[in-house]
């Protein structure tokens, strides 16, 4: 069994939100970006100058991506749109999912194409898919039946495709197929206790490594490409909701984590959190279009 490593995460000063997620650091910009689900909101924050700037998308948006020509691609409830920093909307994909239903986590793969999936707006009330954005728009549903399909990402040699069913308390792991763009061979890689949260949100390191938020535990975990536990950080917050790499050699960890379903959340609910870990992050992809 590896060592285990255990660490703690340091609160930032950005607000409260209601269900931060996603984080994802701009290199370009220097800058980390991530959104608040519900309030519609994506976050802009430069650690240099300590700016941070607030873009609103006038719906729930999932989770963002960044772009080739800048801005973001936004999973929003509607369907998929890409967001200038002026908040400027444009439609690539609409009417998408049925009603009841709207995307939430979502990433940017190395061929420049967006992976989304999608969950009801009532947790487990119906089965979810995962959706493949290509740059010129169009949208073709990968696979369904997920309980509610949240993080993902690729191993680093990009054969491995990584998706957490939160509800269903699994990673999986699928054989993924860059050139073609196709996911197969679906096998659990990760089981979760429930009893020790549920599995959010999802980080790749360097190493091959899943950084994984354990919502309810006030944790989020590393696993090694094995499957085996070899790090926990702890925040503050009990509802941690997705990691991401970031900072000059990707080795700082942010955690988003939300105050939902709380009746009397405390002060260290629904911020950011930092932490420098032992193995580094990648840079994120860009999308396309």
């Given at each position: 069994?590896?060592?285990?490593?255990?660490?703690?995460?340091?609160?930032?000063?950005?607000?409260?939100?209601?269900?931060?997620?996603?984080?994802?650091?701009?290199?370009?910009?220097?800058?980390?970006?991530?959104?608040?689900?519900?309030?519609?909101?994506?976050?802009?924050?430069?650690?240099?100058?300590?700016?941070?700037?607030?873009?609103?998308?006038?719906?729930?948006?999932?989770?963002?991506?960044?772009?080739?020509?800048?801005?973001?691609?936004?999973?929003?409830?509607?369907?998929?749109?890409?967001?200038?920093?002026?908040?400027?909307?444009?439609?690539?994909?609409?009417?998408?999912?049925?009603?009841?239903?709207?995307?939430?986590?979502?990433?940017?793969?190395?061929?420049?194409?967006?992976?989304?999936?999608?969950?009801?707006l009532e947790m487990?009330?119906?089965?979810?898919?995962?959706?493949?954005?290509?740059?010129?728009?169009?949208?073709?549903?990968?696979?369904?039946?997920?309980?509610?399909?949240?993080?993902?990402?690729?191993?680093?040699?990009?054969?491995?495709?990584?998706?957490v069913d939160s509800?269903?308390?699994?990673?999986?792991?699928?054989?993924?197929?860059?050139?073609?763009?196709?996911?197969?061979?679906?096998?659990p890689h990760i089981?979760?206790?429930?009893?020790?949260?549920?599995?959010?949100?999802?980080?790749?390191?360097?190493?091959?490594?899943?950084?994984?938020?354990?919502?309810?535990?006030?944790?989020?975990?590393?696993?090694?490409?094995?499957?085996?536990?070899?790090?926990?950080?702890?925040?503050?917050?009990?509802?941690?909701?997705?990691?991401?790499?970031?900072?000059?050699?990707?080795?700082?960890?942010?955690?988003?984590?939300?105050?939902?379903?709380?009746?009397?959340?405390?002060?260290?609910?629904?911020?950011?959190?930092?932490?420098?870990?032992?193995?580094?992050?990648?840079?994120?992809?860009?999308?396309?279009?």
């Amino acid at each position: 069994m590896p060592t285990m490593i255990d660490n703690s995460a340091r609160p930032l000063d950005l607000g409260v939100h209601w269900l931060a997620e996603g984080p994802v650091w701009d290199e370009s910009r220097r800058c980390l970006a991530w959104v608040d689900i519900m309030a519609g909101d994506i976050h802009e924050w430069a650690p240099d100058s300590d700016v941070h700037t607030v873009v609103n998308c006038g719906q729930p948006v999932g989770a963002v991506g960044l772009r080739t020509a800048g801005g973001w691609v936004a999973a929003l409830q509607g369907g998929i749109a890409t967001v200038t920093r002026d908040g400027d909307v444009t439609w690539l994909a609409r009417d998408i999912l049925d009603p009841g239903f709207r995307f939430n986590d979502a990433k940017v793969d190395a061929a420049g194409r967006l992976w989304a999936g999608s969950i009801h707006l009532e947790m487990g009330a119906g089965k979810g898919a995962l959706y493949r954005v290509d740059p010129d728009g169009e949208v073709r549903r990968v696979c369904g039946g997920l309980e509610l399909a949240n993080g993902m990402g690729w191993s680093p040699a990009g054969d491995t495709f990584y998706l957490v069913d939160s509800l269903a308390a699994v990673v999986y792991a699928f054989d993924f197929d860059a050139d073609a763009g196709i996911v197969s061979s679906p096998r659990p890689h990760i089981r979760c206790a429930r009893a020790e949260g549920m599995p959010d949100g999802l980080a790749i390191d360097a190493e091959g490594g899943l950084w994984l938020a354990r919502y309810g535990a006030g944790v989020v975990e590393r696993y090694d490409a094995a499957g085996r536990l070899s790090e926990r950080v702890t925040v503050a917050a009990a509802q941690p909701t997705c990691p991401g790499f970031g900072g000059d050699d990707y080795r700082t960890l942010y955690v988003t984590t939300g105050w939902e379903r709380m009746t009397n959340p405390g002060p260290a609910e629904g911020r950011l959190y930092a932490c420098e870990v032992s193995v580094g992050g990648i840079p994120p992809h860009r999308f396309g279009g």
